[in-house]
């Protein structure tokens, strides 16, 4: 089975700054890898996805992230964040490329913008 | 309307009730989830349909939980006898199906709080 984990549960970052929320995952089979933000009071969006091709996949808003096989991760970058990107941010996995289209979420990462 | 709709937004029930969660999906998108969100973590799978079909109902944590779909359409999320423990944000999730973007939308979620 497909897990993931998010090991900080809150990043505060200066508005303007950069970015960076960790995503790692646990797989014995390739997987799709997402993003998702989650604003307050509103539903999860996806922010990007990787399903194959290139490492570097660009999504909204501005942010990016990475994916790297060998270290199992797909971090999530944005090189100089804005108020309005206060939100929690999910990694999750699936095994789309199997058919299977269920999502295993992490627990999730609050993002705090300081002015 | 196009995106995933979800009823009652919140729902107050007292121990022992029993509660029923609609979830309206985007217009043919085969594939539906539902998924439970304690606070502070990140959304747990609970089942899944493809069309009127339950492929998968392995994270219902008790025989107490009962998802219907049975026109392959609205769904809905029924809880009987009410515990504590459920109190959390149910959230309904849609897609086109396997095979195609892995992306799936989610609605705003219905919270429920049990007494």
């Known amino acids: 089975a497909q897990s993931v984990t998010q090991l900080d549960s809150q990043v505060p970052v200066f508005e303007e700054a950069p970015v960076e929320l960790r995503c790692n995952y646990s797989?014995?089979?390739?997987?799709?890898l997402f993003w998702y933000v989650q604003y307050p009071n509103q539903g999860l969006q996806l922010l990007l996805k990787?399903?194959?091709?290139?490492?570097l996949v660009k999504g909204i808003n501005g942010f990016e992230a990475e994916f790297n096989k060998s270290q199992t991760s797909f971090h999530l970058r944005k090189p100089s964040v804005h108020i309005s990107d206060t939100a929690e941010y999910f990694c999750a996995v699936s095994l789309g490329s199997f058919g299977n289209e269920k999502l295993t979420f992490g627990t999730g990462t609050r993002l705090t913008i300081i002015p | 309307g196009a995106g995933v709709s979800q009823s009652p937004r919140y729902k107050v029930a007292k121990r022992g009730q029993d509660v029923a969660l609609r979830c309206d999906p985007i217009s043919g998108h085969v594939s539906l989830f539902w998924y439970q969100q304690a606070l502070g973590q990140g959304p747990e799978f609970l089942t899944y349909f493809q069309n009127e079909a339950q492929l998968d109902k392995s994270g219902l944590p008790s025989d107490r939980f009962f998802a219907e779909r049975p026109e392959g359409s609205v769904s809905t999320l029924k809880i009987q006898r009410t515990q504590q423990e459920d109190s959390a944000v149910y959230l309904c999730a849609s897609s086109l199906g396997a095979g195609n973007t892995g992306e799936l939308f989610f609605g705003e979620g219905s919270r429920l709080t049990v007494l």
């Open positions: 990787y399903l194959s091709g290139s490492t």
């Open positions: 797989s014995s089979v390739s997987v799709y």
